[in-house]
T-cell receptor, first 110, second 112 residues
């Protein structure tokens, strides 16, 4: 019940395209859903986050869509750029700790 | 640099040795977290502190692991009698209350 399932495992997108990463959860106690970006050898960097009372949040080229009834949320990266090539993790918070998905390796081809 | 700072960045140790890592959180953050990340996986929660109090520990944190946060500032994570299975990236994060959590660059531990 503590798991967050993330898909796809890897994703290749053309420059300028839309990257979409999906996550699903079971635990209704999760109250906060962040997305992190991680480059090789670096720590995860917070990208954008959403609370379950909001269905969508947009910051620049990054948008989170949240479907509370389906217990699913997704990250959309608009106008994807080669510099966006990284590993993306969704996460969910319950009782002061984050539970992470397994990650999606995104490659944006120029 | 006002981010979360971790030291060392890399540590290679022989099996059976003890190692200690340090984390300096963002100065106004009262919460500090330790996570472990193995290759190809997301970070897994180990423990967290609110100020100097260690409030939660994961079952992943065996009795060979100990963490401290004296005076509610920096934190140390010690692993005693290291095993090859301890090889991982150890990540520290901090937040103010339940606000956004910011991660450090991590300490990459290799046990040989």
């Amino acid at each position: 019940q503590q798991q967050v399932k993330q898909s796809p495992q890897s994703l290749i997108v053309q420059k300028g395209g839309i990257s979409i990463i999906n996550c699903a959860y079971e635990n209704t106690a999760f109250d906060y859903f962040p997305w992190y970006q991680q480059f090789p050898g670096k720590g995860p960097a917070l990208l954008i986050a959403i609370r379950p009372d909001v269905s969508e949040k947009k910051e620049g080229r990054f948008t989170i869509s949240f479907n509370k009834s389906a217990k699913q949320f997704s990250l959309h990266i608009m106008d994807s750029q080669p510099g966006d090539s990284a590993t993306y993790f969704c996460a969910a918070r319950a009782r002061n700790k984050l539970v992470f998905g397994a990650g999606t390796i995104l490659r944006v081809k120029s | 640099d006002t981010g979360v700072s971790q030291d060392p960045r890399h540590k290679i140790t022989k099996r059976g040795q003890n190692v200690t890592f340090r984390c300096d959180p963002i100065s106004e953050h009262n919460r500090l977290y330790w996570y472990r990340q193995t290759l190809g996986q997301g970070p897994e929660f180990l423990t967290y502190f609110q100020n100097e109090a260690q409030l939660e520990k994961s079952r992943l944190l065996s009795d060979r692991f100990s963490a401290e946060r004296p005076k509610g500032s920096f934190s140390t994570l010690e692993i005693q009698r290291t095993e090859q299975g301890d090889s991982a990236m150890y990540l520290c994060a901090s937040s103010y209350q339940q606000g956004k959590a910011f991660f450090g660059q991590g300490t990459r531990l290799t046990v040989v």
